[in-house]
């Protein structure tokens, strides 16, 4: 069983930067892939960054290449994703997620294992 919680989310303004944080319990989380998904209200849930389970394979969506830079700590059982440049539009909530699976991080989020509650990113223009 895995739990993940995610942190670092807030009001920033656009143009700057937040570093979420995903932690993890459990001793198997290094076997997960992981995941970060972004949904807005109204909007359908958006796939934004994955890294494999050992860290070397990481995947970013269009939308926040070059901006946004996912990585992992196995030691301390984390997952981050650095936002630089942030927008208004990189307003949402914001959920991490994890999956054996690292092609099925890598899309809509379905079937994934375990979800966290998300933490809320509000970026002001």
């Known amino acids: 069983q895995v739990q993940l919680v995610e942190s670092g989310g807030g009001l920033v303004q656009a143009g700057g930067s937040l570093r979420l944080s995903c932690a993890a319990s459990?001793?198997?989380?290094?076997?997960?892939?992981v995941g970060w998904f972004r949904q807005t209200p109204g909007k359908e849930r958006e796939f934004v960054a994955a890294i494999s389970a050992s860290g070397r394979v990481t995947r970013h969506a269009d939308s926040v290449k070059g901006r946004f830079t996912i990585s992992r700590d196995n030691a301390k059982n984390t997952v981050y994703l650095q936002m630089n440049s942030l927008k208004s539009e990189d307003t949402a909530h914001y959920y991490c997620?994890?999956?054996?699976?690292?092609?099925?991080?890598?899309?809509?989020?379905?079937?994934?294992?375990?979800w966290g509650k998300g933490t809320l990113v509000t970026v002001s223009s």
């Open positions: 459990g001793r198997t989380f290094s076997q997960y892939a």
């Open positions: 997620a994890a999956a054996y699976s690292f092609a099925q991080v890598v899309g809509s989020g379905q079937g994934m294992d375990y």
